[in-house]
């Protein structure tokens, strides 16, 4: 059973940065993508990025730049990098793996089939 979990959430000051990772178990290979959301009380999740099995990663088009991503398939973990966080940051982050056949080239999360709990992060300005 595929199991994901995020950690790293925490409360930073505006301008700091924070480390996000999300582990992954109960998948067979790596050849799975991964993608990070967003999740603010009355919106819809708002799609980050998503990362294939080489590392290669597109990012939605608001993150670009203050949001990196990287992955380590030894240890099943994709971490997401925040750089320059602002209070607008905060939310529930979270990490899915998408069902077969979805690519990265949209990051939508109805095509997102497998979800961990998420992990909050409080940016205080």
């Known amino acids: 059973q595929v199991h994901l979990e995020e950690s790293g959430g925490a409360l930073v000051q505006s301008g700091g940065s924070l480390r996000l990772s999300c582990f992954v178990s109960?998948?067979?290979?790596?050849?799975?993508?991964i993608g990070w959301f967003r999740q603010v009380p009355g919106k819809e999740r708002e799609g980050i990025s998503c990362?294939?099995?080489?590392?290669?990663?597109w990012y939605g088009h608001s993150f670009q730049g203050r949001f990196i991503v990287s992955r380590d398939n030894a240890k099943n973990t994709v971490n997401l990098q925040m750089e320059n966080l602002k209070p607008e940051d905060a939310g529930v982050y979270y990490c899915?793996?998408?069902?077969?056949?979805?690519?990265?080239?949209?990051?939508?999360?109805?095509?997102?089939?497998?979800w961990g709990k998420g992990t909050q992060v409080t940016v205080s300005s």
């Open positions: 899915g793996i998408p069902s077969v056949g979805a690519s990265c080239n949209d990051i939508y999360y109805p095509k997102y089939k497998w």
């Open positions: 109960g998948v067979t290979s790596d050849d799975y993508a």
């Open positions: 990362t294939v099995r080489d590392g290669s990663t």
